[in-house]
């Protein structure tokens, strides 16, 4: 007797194939039949049309803090996500001596804008290495599959300590670094993972610690692929990384570069499309590189207490470690603006913040009359600067004005060009991180939904290919990611007339009350990991054990 049977769907296989109608049949965890389904089963759904595809496989995630205190990686599971990929950009949490447990954090709620007080409390810390991390993972268990990047900031924390954020390492510490990223992919890590990315900065301003490495480095880390014949690389790019050195470093691994974050820049327009062309190339010369892009606008909420969105400028650095009346006398200070300004009216590469005051809005303000409107038009009333207007204003409210600012990847049409790349990998959802910021953990209903049936940017098939047959094959995760008879049962059952992501909304359940956003689904009727439903149409459903498992052993 099979365990599920799932009659009548219109079925997405996730490579791409035409859709049919048909069933599918799960018995001990795995697909058993697929298209044409007989016999009884414990449980039988009438689909009655709706989709079923396999579950998405979020790439992009930074769950590594927040799965050791809530495994069900809240709210990926409702968003269709089966299995998310953690460790992106290199900032994990593991390996950490107990000695530079508050350094991580304290570089975690800067970088990925985590609540200190959330992951002082949060975090169970009963582990150091890599290994024992993967091991406490297994262990406890997660509602979705979880693959783990070996982290290229923390490994360097680890074997430089306070050096790590300071300068390049020497031969004895790139030697002790190799051995690390080799012991942790050995164990099950999916493949290491850096930034070079000037947005990323850690505790104080100072830049994370993978800023520091040099392409001698680098290469030496990612050599480790070689070695062990298996796994990724990853990295969030700087503008000074060129798409040579990554071509060079896919070369000699052998393995696939997964380059992030291709974010299209309407001040900047061709400049995403310039390395997709170059990635392009590198596959043509036999290299497997893809360029990691997003399907959702890139809007930030911020205050001027720490503002996400201006602090990869560097103009800004000599305020990032500043605290109460000297932040504000700073933020006051006519040099400092001017600087702010001639730095933003120069051409910056993965620049955020690109001098578009139209797309920056006041969202909470005292002056209620002011919510709702954009930085360029109050600017433009008082006859004053833009830059000026906004800093003065929150200023005036103690820096607790609320704004709004949508960055990149606003433009349509470009990033329907973007969606339509072969060598284009649909990612960046970040869930997990920026948690006050935004929230693109839905990215993959947002596909379905916006890019599919709403504009028709890519069929449904496609979508549902770029969401999971596309990744599985890129990271090596072996009997997911397809509907295929043996292949694991992670399942998305949804609406395809209506599926989308709900608005974001604010909840304050972190651990110590901190608040972050969340969203939920539309359209959504099942999702299935190893077989066993974690969510259905009404969200979330709380299930002992937990269904996921620590994806360890990946393809050559
Ligand atoms: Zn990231």
């Known amino acids: 007797m099979h365990d599920l049977l799932i009659r009548n769907a219109l079925l997405l296989d996730g490579l791409g194939s035409p859709t049919a109608r048909g069933d599918l049949a799960v018995a001990g965890g795995r697909i058993l039949a697929v298209g044409k389904a007989d016999g009884a089963a414990k449980q039988t759904i009438d689909a009655d049309g709706l989709a079923l595809m396999p579950g998405i496989i979020d790439n992009h995630t930074h769950y590594d803090a927040q799965i050791t205190w809530d495994p069900w990686v809240s709210p990926s599971p409702a968003l269709g996500v089966t299995t998310a990929v953690i460790g992106n950009c290199g900032f994990t949490i593991a390996p950490c001596r107990p000695a530079d447990r508050e350094r991580v954090m304290r570089n975690l709620t800067q970088v990925e804008g985590m609540s200190l007080d959330a992951l002082r409390a ?126 060079r470093l896919a070369a000699e691994s052998g393995r696939p570069v ?59 650095r000599p305020v990032l470690a500043l605290k109460g009346s000297d932040h504000q006398q700073r933020l006051a200070d006519p040099a400092f603006r001017a600087a702010v300004r001639a730095e933003i009216a120069r051409p910056g590469h993965f620049r955020l913040f690109n001098g578009e005051w139209d797309k920056v809005q006041v969202v909470e303000s005292r002056r209620r009359q002011l919510e709702g409107r954009t930085i360029a038009e109050l600017a433009a009333e008082a006859g004053s600067d833009p830059l000026d ?27 329907a060009r973007l969606l339509a790349d072969p060598h284009a990998l649909v990612s960046l959802s970040d869930a997990g991180a920026h948690l006050t910021f935004f929230n693109d953990a839905g990215y993959g209903l947002h596909l379905l939904g916006h890019w599919s049936r709403e504009l028709g940017a890519l069929t449904l098939e496609q979508a549902a290919w770029r969401l999971t047959g596309q990744p599985a094959a890129l990271y090596g995760i072996k009997a997911r990611g397809a509907l295929v008879a043996g292949y694991h049962a992670d399942l998305l059952l949804f609406d395809p007339r209506t599926v989308e992501r709900t608005a974001n909304r604010r909840v304050f359940d972190l651990p110590s009350g901190a608040s972050r956003l969340t969203c939920g689904a539309i359209g959504v009727h099942g999702v299935w990991v190893n077989g066993q439903c974690i969510a259905d149409a009404k969200g979330m459903r709380a299930r002992e054990p937990l269904p996921g498992r620590l994806l360890r052993d990946f393809a050559a």
């Not at 800023?211 to 030496?220: G, I, K, P, V």
């Not at 995403?272 to 290299?287: K, W, Y």
């Not at 800093?391 to 960055?407: G, K, R």
């Open 122 to 247: 949060g975090i169970r810390w009963d582990f150091q290495t890599v290994p024992q991390y993967l091991d406490m993972l297994e262990r406890r268990g997660a509602a979705v599959n979880i693959a783990a990047f070996v982290g290229h900031s923390s490994v360097r924390t680890y074997v430089m300590g306070d050096a790590a954020t300071e300068r390049a390492a020497d031969d004895a510490e790139i030697e002790a670094m190799r051995n690390i990223v080799l012991e942790g992919v050995r164990a099950g890590a999916i493949g290491f993972a850096t930034s070079t990315s000037p947005a990323h900065n850690g505790a104080d301003g100072r830049a994370m610690p993978s800023r520091a490495a040099d392409e001698a480095e680098l290469a030496a880390l990612v050599g480790t692929l070689r070695e062990h014949g298996r796994g990724v690389f990853m990295l969030t790019k700087g503008g000074h990384t060129t798409m040579e050195f990554l071509e």
């Open 258 to 316: 997964v380059v992030a974050a291709l974010l299209h820049n309407s001040t900047q327009p061709d400049g995403v499309f310039a390395d997709l062309r170059a990635i392009a190339r590198a596959n043509e010369r036999g290299r497997r590189l893809a360029g990691a892009v997003s399907c959702c606008p890139l809007a930030m909420d911020f205050t001027l207490h720490s503002p996400y969105t201006f602090e990869s400028l560097e103009a800004w």
């Open 389 to 415: 207007c906004m800093l003065d204003l929150a200023l005036a409210e103690n820096l607790d004005t609320v704004f709004s600012a949508l960055l990149l990847n606003s433009d349509e049409k470009a990033v």
